[in-house]
């Protein structure tokens, strides 16, 4: 069996589940999109760098796709699939889940709660805001950069923003991991000091914890109607009510692995096996 790695750059988690495919015996690669060339003749053949690429069972497609890569990614994941590689997460879902207003339309429609959330083009509407020093994020961000709180965001308003409530949950919040509709870790990120967001990538910290059956049943609930198959579900609980804040594809791991002593590339790598 071969099992490849889509991303754009090798990160810790990326060289993690490459090594425990490398370790089970099986053939795997790390590929850049960037750096795939394509012969459409009477068949299709593709090139990765100066070689011929040989087409792996499973291809997991982790970070970099939507920000970064872009038509390359989406042109790379779509003729995979249509030459029948399982593609993990599925071309749809990585091209569309991105979006932060989409994700928030689907999870409306599915009655998961969240914050009340804004995306406004036309600067009159604004008026009709009545929010609190919300939360202003950019749509196609990731790891808390470029994410504030506002007081006067109707007149600082930056473009392709999303004007979200702000959900007091005490600089804390809970990374559900998620692998094919099970909850396989979980753990709870705490702000440092003088700081609201909680993201890792911030400096915020993470400890092992147990979450409560409803907790664990609203992130897979969040992963399923995303169709995102391995998910990182961020979630805040405030007088004992939980709301979805993000659904993240490809999500980082290294310091829920580090607090929680749970193996999440074996695991990883366990699930791509049994959908190949």
Request: charged residues 30%.
């Amino acid at each position: 069996m071969r099992i490849d790695v889509a991303a754009v750059s090798q990160s810790w988690e990326n060289k993690r589940i490459l090594e425990e495919i490398s370790e089970r015996g099986m053939e795997c690669a790390f590929i850049d999109p960037r750096n795939v060339s394509y012969e459409l003749g009477k068949e299709v053949k593709l090139f990765y760098k100066d070689s011929e690429y040989t087409l792996p069972d499973v291809l997991l497609v982790r970070g970099g796709f939507t920000s970064v890569v872009k038509d390359d990614g989406r042109r790379f994941l779509n003729i995979l699939e249509t030459l029948g590689v399982k593609v993990v997460d599925a071309p749809v879902h990585v091209s569309r889940d991105y979006d932060k207003v989409f994700t928030l339309a689907m999870l409306s429609r599915a009655k998961v709660p969240h914050p009340k959330s804004y995306f406004i083009r036309c600067k009159s509407l604004l008026k009709a805001i009545d929010l609190e020093k919300p939360v202003v994020k950019p749509i196609l961000g990731s790891k808390g950069r470029d994410v504030s709180r506002e007081e006067d965001f109707k007149s600082t308003l930056r473009p392709k923003s999303l004007i979200q409530e702000f959900i007091e949950a005490g600089g804390s919040d809970i990374r559900v991991f998620v692998i094919g509709g099970k909850v396989v870790a979980s753990g709870m990120r705490k702000a440092k000091e003088g700081e609201w967001r909680s993201n890792v990538a911030l400096g915020g910290g993470i400890e092992a914890f147990r979450p409560t059956k409803e907790v664990e049943s609203l992130a897979v609930k969040a992963a399923k109607v995303m169709g995102i198959e391995i998910a990182g579900v961020d979630i805040v609980l405030s007088e004992g009510k939980p709301y979805v804040i993000e659904v993240n594809r490809a999500p980082q791991f290294q310091g829920l692995v580090a607090a929680t002593g749970i193996d999440i590339p074996k695991l990883i790598v366990d699930y791509l096996e049994k959908v190949a």
